[in-house]
């Protein structure tokens, strides 16, 4: 049961991603282009991504010790709310192999720290 809500939870932060289109020789080469500046929209996705994980792991352990912290509660709608929009980011961006991995590594110290009755 934990597993299966892991895997709503998860797909929720968009790991699980639709078929990727496809590009054409001439996009291809536009996107060899714009790499370097994916590279580092990419890497600040990340570096933004985690330091979020981070916050909101630290909620949920509070929200796991006090379940009666009204700030606490509040906090973890507001780190909610600010990963609403990122689904389409992320399905772009896991198109690069090193994205991928390290999106996930975090997404599964997230989950990891997520019990069924603290998910959304």
Avoid at 97 to 118: H, V
């Amino acid at each position: 049961m934990k597993k299966d809500n892991r895997r709503k939870f998860i797909q929720k932060l968009g790991i699980t991603v639709g078929a990727t289109a496809l590009l054409t020789t001439e996009s291809i080469a536009s996107v060899a282009n714009m790499q370097s500046g994916k590279d580092l929209e990419r890497s600040e996705f990340l570096n933004n991504y985690e330091n979020w994980v981070n916050q909101y792991i630290d909620v949920v352990e509070k929200e796991k010790a006090d379940k009666h912290n009204m700030a606490n509660k509040h906090r973890i709608m507001e780190l909610s709310h600010q990963a609403k929009d990122w689904q389409e980011k992320i399905a772009l961006y896991l198109n690069d192999d090193a994205f991928k991995q390290r999106y996930i590594q975090l997404s599964m110290q997230l989950s990891d720290t997520i019990s069924p009755e603290l998910e959304a």
